[in-house]
Structures are given as structure tokens and as C-alpha cells.
């Protein structure tokens, strides 16, 4: 019985991960072809390699947060950079997850007036409402969200892998090797790709990881994470190659889809929705357990101070916020894993 406890742990652990790295950019398809499949059969070798970083420092960032008895991304970053760089790199990462969160909110109220035909204003409310109900329970709501919503996107990713594969010339679209493209640059996008999205993490994993206390467990988590988000990223990607000119298209998933399975659009429009969300309920989670630390209050309190934080921030476009704040919390994220990586090496 404990050891299927264990395993359930490591499983809603998993759930987690995948779900606070996905978010609108990976569930439409547009993020996995500019860090990868732009980059051909590259782009796949790219993916490999951003696989295995997150598994390894998924689960090396996690067992870290169980022996510093860290209960914010903040006690190991002061591990990683030292007490005083560790304030820079703290309020760096509070801007990023102030900055992700909005742009994850701006991003489903563009799915609910695109897509829903409902107000762009009217879908950003009901997510806030939405996120702040679910986090009234804490890290239950959290794990519980995730664990609903991660294996309907693995069943739906796989379900147009199956369709794909079967595509004409599928074979040779996997293998091209674009001329304006090399090998380096493509692994130096797989490289800014797990860092930026493992330093994101951390406000997620460091926190979840203590409570359970348990390295076996988040061991397995992280192995489990890391993998799903591995399979999902080659799975997308093999889905991606076969559509012409995939670069130029804003929403390329959402082409695969009406051409396959026209009759199941609206739902993945909801899981579009769905993986946003998780984003959303995470990267709060992370805040709220660093605020707690300068702001005594109660959560839902603390919440409210976020969510309306957030909105504020979703009021401006997604598009020129997300150009503008990625490549700078891009070139952050590589420092952060480059830190966690030497420590490791140090033990």
C-alpha cells in the first residue's frame, strides 16, 4: 500500500511539472516550432537534448529543496548565488512569474473571444475567479487541476501523433535539414528552451518537493515529468513537420486539428484553456509561498493580491510583452541553470 502511495505521489508530482511548463504557446504549437521544429531534423536532436535536462535537473532542483527544508525558490537560489546576489536573482524571478502569469492571462482571454466568441475582459475574469477558487485549497487544488488536465493533453497529443504519421511524404518532412539552420544554433535553442522553463519551475517544485519531504517520491516525479514532457515535445513536433510553411502559421496545432479531427476542435480550444490555466494556478502558487515570507497573511488574501496584480499586467497585449520579457528572462534562466548545474557537479 505505501508503495502505491508513493508512486501516487510520484505521479501528481509529475502532473505538476508538465503542467506548469505547458502553457498557451506549447498547447497551440507556436513555441515548439520556434525553439524547435523550424530547425528540421535538428530541431528533433534539440529536443533530445532539452529532455534530458529536464529530467536531471528537474529532479536535482527538487531533491536540493528537500535538503535545504526550502519552502520558496527563495532558500535555494541563496544555495545557488550566494546571500547577496540571491536578492537580485529573487526579485528577478518574482518579475518573472508576475510577467508569465499575465501573459498566460492575457492569452486565455484572447482563447475566450477568438475562439468562445465571449469578451476578451469577461474570459479574463472568470479565469482570475477560476485560479482563485482552485488555490482556496491550497496545494490540493493545484495537484488535483493538474492531474485532470495533463492526461487529456498526453491523449490528445497522441491521438494527432497517430494521424500524422500517417501524412504523405511524413518520412521525408521528419529528416529535412533546412540550409539556413545548423546543429549549434539549434541546440543552443534547446538550451534557453529547458532553462527558461526550469527556472520558471522552481517557484512550483522547490515548495511542492518540501512539503512531501520524500526524495524517492520526487525522484520519481521528476523522472516522470521530465520523460511525459520529452514524449510530448517529440510528439508535437512530429505532428508539426508535416505542415507546410509551419513557421507562418500563428496557430499551427489548431491547422493539424480541422484537417484531422475537425469534429473535436472546441475541445481542444478547452484544453488549449486547460493548459494556460495550469500555468496560471502554478505560477501563483510560487508567488504566494515567496510572499508569505514579507507579507504575513492569510493565502487568500495573498491570492487576491496576485490575481489582481496579474490583471493589471494582462491588460497589455501578450504579444509585445512576451517578446519583450522572454529573451531577458531567457538569458536569466541560462545563469540559473548554470549555477544549478555546478552545485550539482559540487554536491
Known sequence: MQALNKWGGAVQIAAVYIGTVIGAG??????????????????????????????????????????????SYETLNRYLFGKKAAGFVNVMMMAMLFGVCGVMLSGAGAVFEEQLRVGRGTGILLTVLLAFFVMCFGIKGLLGVNTFVVPLMLLFNFLLLSQSVQSPGFFQALMARPESVDMPRALLRALSYAALNLALAQAVLVPVAAEVKDKEVVRAGGILGGLFLTLILISSHLSLVTLPDVAQVEIPMAHIVKASFPGIYFIYVLLIFGEIFT??????????????????????????????????????HYGPLLSVLYPLFGYFSLVFMMALGIKTIRG
Open 26 to 71: 506549447f498547447a497551440t504549437g507556436k513555441e515548439i516550432t520556434v525553439f524547435f521544429t523550424q530547425f528540421g531534423l535538428y530541431g528533433l536532436l534539440a529536443i533530445c537534448l532539452s529532455g534530458f535536462l529536464f529530467i536531471f535537473f528537474g529532479t536535482k532542483m527538487m531533491e536540493k529543496a528537500i535538503d535545504l527544508h526550502a519552502d
Open 279 to 316: 500555468s496560471i494556478i502554478g505560477d501563483a502558487y510560487g508567488l504566494e509561498r515567496q510572499m508569505q515570507k514579507y507579507i504575513p497573511m492569510k493565502s487568500g488574501l495573498l491570492y487576491g493580491l496576485i490575481f489582481s496584480a496579474i490583471l493589471l499586467i494582462s491588460s497589455l
